[in-house]
């Protein structure tokens, strides 16, 4: 258990329509970030959230966005969902030393 | 973009055996970390290990970094049923306040076999 908590664990959306995923951070981390993994790849970076700000953010389109909020929680939204949004969405925190990434246990998002 | 890329994709291994991952890595990083994944669930932190540091152990992981060859292995020895996962390398080149981001390989599905 990292203290990492991801809601809801399954969705299934069709294509065009807009998802929302969540995210608690573990107790004391200010830092959260959000992967995409699809079938059979390794986790690709999509954005990073440090105290309520985007920090950072991979090669994803605008319609990919989201929001940190004061206790650290984070939202991960996607607008105009395509059929290659499918994947497994991962959520981590990060604490101040920022070396080590605490995952989540991911949203499985299917769009049909 | 994927900067990591392990080798084998899979592996497959009796009960007991040592179990050999590794992983190649294409631009400067300022430390290396080996994370775990059961069956499509989250990923789990197993080891970091800093540019400067050559071997790192903790339990029955032993992880090796050559920075100028850019690769890195993890060995598993005496392997159990329960270390069956996918196993990922990620390298984190963030630099000075920016964003801290890990960049994965595709990785090593273990599989062993009791």
């Known amino acids: 258990e990292t203290g990492v908590t991801q809601s809801p664990t399954h969705l299934i959306k069709t294509r065009g329509q807009q998802v929302t995923l969540r995210c608690s951070s573990q107790s004391g981390h200010n830092t959260v970030s959000w992967y995409q993994q699809a079938l059979g790849q390794g986790p690709q970076f999509i954005f990073q959230?440090?105290?309520?700000?985007?920090?950072g953010r991979g090669n994803f389109p605008p319609r990919f966005s989201g929001l940190q909020f004061p206790n650290y929680s984070s939202e991960l939204n996607v607008n105009a969902l395509e059929l290659d949004d499918s994947a497994l969405y991962l959520c981590?925190?990060?604490?101040?030393?920022?070396?080590?990434?605490?995952f989540g246990q991911g949203t499985r998002l299917t769009v049909v | 973009s994927q900067q990591g890329e392990e080798d084998p994709q899979a592996l497959s291994i009796q009960e007991g055996e040592n179990a050999t991952m590794n992983c190649s890595y294409k631009?400067?990083?300022?430390?290396l970390q080996w994370y775990r994944q059961n069956s499509g669930r989250g990923l789990v932190h197993l080891i970091l290990i800093r540019s400067n540091e050559r071997e790192k152990h903790s339990g029955r992981l032993r992880v090796t970094l050559d920075t100028s060859k850019k690769s890195s292995s993890l060995l598993i020895t005496a392997s159990r049923a329960a270390d069956t996962a996918s196993y990922f390398c990620?390298?984190?080149?963030?630099?000075?306040?920016?964003?801290?981001?890990?960049?994965f390989g595709k990785g090593t599905k273990l599989s062993v076999i009791p």
């Open positions: 959230y440090y105290r309520e700000e985007e920090n």
């Open positions: 990620a390298t984190d080149e963030s630099s000075g306040a920016g964003s801290y981001q890990l960049t």
């Open positions: 631009t400067s990083i300022n430390n």
């Open positions: 981590a925190s990060s604490g101040r030393d920022r070396e080590t990434a605490f």
